[in-house]
């Protein structure tokens, strides 16, 4: 496709529910990052993939929230028993070989409510 | 551990005004410096960024960034605004060995018709 494209769009879930939320990169790009804004924030670093292995996992905020990125393309971040603190938009984004100077492509987000 | 600050939260301003928005960064080393815009319904995308060489970079649309490392500063400038730069903008950083993106918290701005 075009550019990184995350699906839903919007979840609505309810306290103590599992969510997966979806990441479909820019194709030929290797990194892939998952980022988390918070209401009047900026986004918060989460996890970055290069190729199919999360090189740096270190924003994850607890082991509720795991990644996956099977194929080195598509990436899912799962939440485990989901809290209403995870309520935010989490944004992924891509970029050609994950060098600290390229740009990063962003998709348009996931707006996650939990009730 | 870095962070990234911005001055304004709320930015009001009249087309054809001159925009400033002040960015200020707290990390040891080597940066690199990105300002990321979101205009209203639109996902994040890239004015600009600074890695080496002349401190002063021009983006898209016409803006401009200063990077002064004396004072770990890299503010956004435009000399006249348009209706259509409403939007928030974002000063982000990446340290010279890693790529995650440390953001600040933006700065909304509204350019008045």
């Known amino acids: 496709g075009a550019g990184v494209s995350q699906t839903p769009s919007n979840k609505v879930t309810e306290k103590g529910k599992y969510v997966e939320l979806r990441c479909d990169p820019i194709s030929g790009h290797t990194a892939l990052y998952w980022y988390r804004q918070s209401l009047g924030q900026g986004p918060e670093f989460l996890i970055y993939f290069q190729g199919t292995g999360a090189a740096d996992d270190s924003g994850l905020p607890n082991d509720r929230f795991f990644a996956v990125r099977p194929e080195g393309s598509v990436s899912t971040l799962k939440i485990q028993r989901t809290e209403r603190g995870d309520s935010a938009v989490y944004l992924c984004?891509?970029?050609?070989?994950?060098?600290?100077?390229?740009?990063?492509?962003f998709g348009p987000g996931t707006r996650l409510l939990v009730l | 551990a870095q962070s990234v600050s911005q001055h304004n939260h709320h930015v009001i301003l009249s087309e054809a005004a001159s925009l400033e928005l002040g960015c200020n960064y707290s990390?040891?080393?080597?940066?690199?410096l990105f300002w990321y815009v979101q205009y209203p319904g639109q996902h994040l995308q890239l004015l600009l960024k600074?890695?080496?060489?002349?401190?002063l970079v021009k983006g898209i649309k016409g803006f401009e960034a200063e990077f002064i490392k004396s004072k770990f500063s890299f503010n956004l400038r435009k000399p006249s605004v348009q209706w259509s730069d409403t939007a928030e903008y974002f000063c982000?950083?990446?340290?010279?060995?890693?790529?995650?993106?440390?953001f600040g918290g933006g700065t909304r701005v509204l350019v008045k018709p």
């Open positions: 984004a891509s970029s050609f070989s994950g060098s600290h100077k390229e740009t990063q492509y």
């Open positions: 600074y890695f080496s060489g002349d401190p």
């Open positions: 990390y040891g080393g080597t940066v690199n």
């Open positions: 982000a950083v990446t340290g010279a060995a890693g790529n995650k993106l440390t």
